[in-house]
């Protein structure tokens, strides 16, 4: 069984040991306080891990430790796994940047934008451009999610059944089909809106590839990059590593909440927005992977350049879509990694919403929302 197990003291590659324990005592406070079950931080310098410490429990009421080889649901961490596949497919000469999605998925070859009102009395227009490859991936789309209340589009969504971002029973393709019969808030390409963009990715790399996405992410990224507990299900012989999950209690606390359904086979939609599972053992490596512009271990998934050239947010619109796109800064020699069942606050900046696949808007959706989320070197709502 792969762990992650720490290879190298904090001081031999210039971290601050005492700074370390620090972030540990912040984290244990709020298990302490019960905000948080457990927790499991990583850092890393120089691909070495430099400090690795597991507290609290992956399952409270069975009282089962969190330990380095736990497995969490890493919800909005799968949109990079959805990027590098994409980004295969473009070194192969498959698919483009520039390509109009509607070239790949017929359904958005027509797209209409919203133009005033609200309820049944939206007024829509079509599209000046095509949403381009691009746009899903730099979140420009003009598409949303149903949890937002601040456009009549949302409503539109939450109408169509979107809470989840899939309507009940739909695999990925009937879910595409939806959300390209509803109008995008804004033109392709001008704004920034954190959506479900990263879905239509990944139904795109599907259509491209001719395989389903568990099977060109297990062939192409998974197996190569070794990372052996990555994926869209939890099999049996592993359940019982699976982390629960945990919201906020309305008495104050923590309750189990219901999360992703990863145990009893495939899944029937699978989300390149977020819906993978995985242990800290495969997102160090698959942070090491992106760390080291594309090869790990010898293996190269991507070239230099094209590791190097991920798409820029790029907006004529700045002040509308810059403040959210701003991802934060790290190190570029250090990865960071946070894995915890619960969210530490209701009142924290930038937390997971309630499926875990962008930002919480509202103090309602703080209450209800889904945890079980890791950190890699970015904020949640980064693009």
């Known amino acids: 069984m792969a762990q992650l197990r720490q290879e190298v003291d904090p001081d031999e590659v210039g971290l601050d040991h005492k700074a370390l324990d620090r972030l540990d005592q912040h984290f244990a406070h709020y298990v302490d306080v019960e905000r948080l079950p457990g927790f499991l931080v990583s850092v890393a310098r120089g691909g070495r891990v430099a400090h690795l410490t597991a507290h609290g429990h992956r399952d409270v009421a069975a009282q089962l430790p969190v330990t380095s080889d736990t497995l969490y649901r890493i919800y909005s961490m799968t949109k990079p796994v959805t990027a590098v596949a994409a980004l295969i497919l473009m070194e192969e000469g498959k698919l483009s940047l520039d390509d109009p999605v509607g070239d ?34 730099t979140h420009t789309s003009g598409m949303t999610f149903a949890f937002y209340h601040s456009h009549p589009v949302d409503a539109l969504y939450r109408d169509a059944h979107l809470e989840s971002s899939v309507p009940p029973g739909a695999n990925l393709a009937e879910a595409i089909d939806i959300y390209a019969s509803l109008p995008l808030q804004f033109e392709p390409g001008t704004q ?12 795109v790399i ?63 939609f ?49 002040p509308t879509c810059a403040p959210s796109a701003a991802p934060r800064t790290r190190s570029p020699a250090t990865t960071a990694w946070a894995s915890a069942s619960a969210s530490p606050s209701s009142s924290t900046p930038n937390a997971p919403n309630p499926h875990g696949t962008g930002c919480v808007r509202d103090g309602a959706a703080r209450r209800r929302r889904r945890s079980g989320w890791t950190r890699a070197a970015t904020s949640p709502c980064s693009s």
């Open 104 to 137: 790949h998925l017929p359904a958005f070859a027509d797209m209409r934008v919203y133009d005033s009102g609200s309820g049944a009395d939206v007024k829509t227009r079509p599209v000046e451009q095509p949403m381009l490859i691009r746009h899903l991936m």
């Open 192 to 203: 920034w809106n954190y959506s479900v963009a990263s879905n239509v990715l990944g139904r």
């Open 206 to 268: 599907e259509v491209v590839s001719g395989q389903r996405l568990d099977e060109f992410f297990a062939e192409r990224i998974f197996r190569p990059l070794g990372m052996p507990d990555a994926g869209f299900q939890v099999p049996d012989d592993r359940a019982d590593r699976l982390s629960e999950l945990y919201g906020d209690a309305d008495g104050g606390g923590i309750e189990p909440i219901a999360g992703l359904p990863l145990r009893g086979g495939r899944p029937r």
């Open 270 to 318: 699978l989300s390149g927005s977020g819906g993978m599972a995985a242990s800290p053992y495969d997102v160090h490596r698959f942070a090491e992977f992106l760390r080291r512009r594309g090869e790990l271990d010898g293996t190269r998934l991507l070239s230099p350049r094209r590791s190097t050239s991920w798409p820029a947010t790029t907006c004529p619109a700045a």
